[in-house]
Antibody
Framework: QVQLKESGPGLVQPSETLSLTCTVS????????VSWVRQPSGKGPEWMGR???????AYNSALKSRLSISRDTSKNQVFLKMNSLQTDDTGTYYC???????????WGQGVMVTVSS | DVVLTQTPPTLSATIGQSVSISCRSS???????????LHWLLQRPGQSPQLLIY???RLESGVPNRFSGSGSGTDFTLKISGVEAEDLGVYYC?????????FGAGTKLELK
């Protein structure tokens, strides 16, 4: 069955870099795209960026200068790196399977990231 | 960016009641290819969001048919015909017609 699982540190210092990994199973990264979506506590989700099935990437312009998404298809993993973190980057970070027709049809459990010194 | 405005922000319902949630877009969501990439998600308390409806009105596999979606252009509606306890949570509309994908602020469905 389709599964996605995020992993990474729960606490990041201000101005530091966040590195998250999304490990997928049940589908191929060369057939489906994966997006990163974050959600501040008590607020609506925000789309961050996408790793297309063909290896291309797309980013939310609001985050583009700080964000990088990459993948390792041999390990079924998609990576997120975002630098210069601030306190308003605190929230839950999700990876999702992303299909153009269906949108975000499968979600990981999410990883809570707190930016604090 | 496209702004999706959901109303009401909070909805109180009794079990068995039918309710509707509105999602209004700042731009038409009709893509040049003829598709309208407007979808609905439900986030139950403490859980990740799950897809309920895609392309305005198509029910995702495994989703009960008491959920239905309608609308076109800039105005969309999610209807629940007979609320059940498991339907409680926050509903989000999301659009993928115009980059970047954007989400509504959510409508919280709670028990009256």
């Amino acid at each position: 069955q389709v599964q996605l699982k995020e992993s990474g540190p729960g606490l990041v210092q201000p101005s530091e870099t966040l590195s998250l990994t999304c490990t997928v199973s049940g589908f191929s990264l060369t057939s489906y795209s994966v997006s990163w979506v974050r959600q501040p506590s008590g607020k609506g989700p925000e789309w961050m960026g996408r790793m297309w099935y063909d290896g291309d990437t797309a980013y939310n312009s609001a985050l583009k200068s700080r964000l990088s998404i990459s993948r390792d298809t041999s390990k079924n993993q998609v990576f997120l790196k975002m630098n210069s973190l601030q306190t308003d980057d605190t929230g839950t970070y999700y990876c999702t399977r992303d299909r153009v027709i269906r949108g975000f049809d499968y979600w990981g459990q999410g990883v809570m990231v707190t930016v604090s010194s | 960016d496209v702004v999706l405005t959901q109303t009401p922000p909070t909805l109180s319902a009794t079990i068995g009641q039918s309710v509707s949630i509105s999602c209004r877009s700042s731009q038409s969501l009709l893509h040049s290819n003829g598709n309208t990439y407007l979808h609905w998600l439900l986030q139950r308390p403490g859980q990740s969001p799950q897809l309920l409806i895609y392309l305005v009105s198509r029910l995702e596999s495994g989703v009960p048919n008491r959920f239905s979606g309608s609308g076109s252009g800039t105005d969309f509606t999610l209807k629940i015909s007979g609320v059940e306890a498991e339907d409680l949570g926050v509903y989000y509309c999301v659009q993928g017609t115009h980059a970047p994908d954007t989400f509504g602020a959510g409508t919280k469905l709670e028990l009256k």
